[in-house]
């Protein structure tokens, strides 16, 4: 079975400041795992994902994820924060045939 | 090329009334799969469809949920005699293949409000 932990359920960050979203995963073989974020009245949006190639994923609007195999981490981080990046932001895991277990989610809120 | 559409975006109802709910993936995606989002939370499995069969049916809620797909294209999910606590969006994702690395595609969602 996998699930995911998203460790914050809200993160207040400056613009310009730096961005960490945690998540830990638990699964019973290699997986594969995503990051989604979800804009209000917006659809759901892939960040990046890891599949077993490089451990460290680059993704689009500058985020990035280091999957961490012996701390169960597949935290989410950007060095620098836009107010646009304010959203909900989702940690995901996902089973052999494709099902995704989602996290609670992270509320993102950016102040100026 | 067009993303995953559903329809309707918004569905308000009564309660005991049954709701279709349709899902039309991307052209050539042989992989469906149907998530529910109650207010403040993740999304939840719901089903999932490899071309017009459903091997895994494991998430639907209770027997009042069904959901069927025509060959690898228009996907519906019905909910008969709706209750309150069905109220949620209702999100249909698509990919190429069934597999856990393949990218899923979301459509925009259902929001469904049972009175």
Same mark, same amino acid.
């Given at each position: 079975?996998?699930?995911?932990t998203?460790?914050?359920?809200h993160?207040?960050?400056?613009? $310009?400041?730096?961005?960490?979203?945690r998540?830990n995963?638990?699964?019973s @073989?290699s997986p594969? *795992?995503?990051? @989604?974020?979800?804009?209000p009245?917006?659809?759901?949006?892939?960040l990046?994902k890891y599949t077993?190639?490089?451990t460290?994923v680059?993704g689009?609007? $500058?985020?990035?994820?280091?999957?961490?195999?012996?701390? &169960?981490?597949?935290? *989410?981080?950007?060095p620098?924060a836009?107010?646009?990046?304010a959203?909900?932001?989702f940690?995901v895991?996902?089973?052999?045939?494709?099902? *995704?277990?989602?996290g609670a989610?992270?509320?993102?809120?950016?102040?100026p | 090329?067009?993303g995953?559409?559903?329809?309707?975006?918004?569905?308000v109802?009564e309660?005991g009334?049954?709701?279709?709910?349709r899902c039309d993936p991307i052209? $050539?995606?042989?992989?469906?799969?149907w998530?529910?989002?109650r207010?403040?939370?993740g999304?939840?499995?719901?089903?999932?469809?490899?071309?017009?069969?459903?091997?895994d049916?494991?998430?639907?809620p209770s027997?009042r949920f069904s959901?069927?797909?025509?060959g690898?294209s228009v996907s &519906?999910l019905?909910?008969q005699?709706?209750?309150q606590?069905?109220s949620a969006v @209702?999100?249909?994702?698509?990919s190429f293949?069934p597999?856990?690395g393949?990218?899923q595609?979301?459509g925009?969602? &259902?929001?469904?409000l049972?009175?």
């Open positions: 079975a996998q699930s995911v998203q460790l914050d359920s993160v207040s960050v400056s613009e $310009g400041t730096p961005v960490l979203l998540c995963y638990s699964s @073989y594969s *795992l995503f990051w @989604y974020v979800q804009h009245n917006k659809g759901l949006q892939l990046l077993s190639a490089a460290l680059k689009i609007n $500058g985020f990035e994820a280091e999957f961490k195999k012996s701390e &169960t981490s597949f935290h *989410l981080t950007k620098s836009h107010m646009s990046d959203a909900e932001y940690c895991v996902s089973a052999r045939w494709g099902k *995704l277990q989602f989610g992270t509320q993102v809120v950016v102040t | 090329g067009a995953v559409s559903q329809s309707p975006s918004n569905k109802t309660k009334k049954d709701v279709e709910l052209s $050539g995606h042989t992989a469906l799969y998530y529910r989002q207010l403040g939370q999304l939840e499995f719901l089903i999932y469809f490899q071309g017009n069969s459903a091997p049916k494991s998430g639907l027997d959901a069927e797909r025509t690898e &519906t019905t909910i005699r709706t209750q606590e069905d @209702y999100l249909c994702a698509s293949r597999e856990g393949e990218t595609y979301f925009p969602g &259902t929001r469904l049972v009175l």
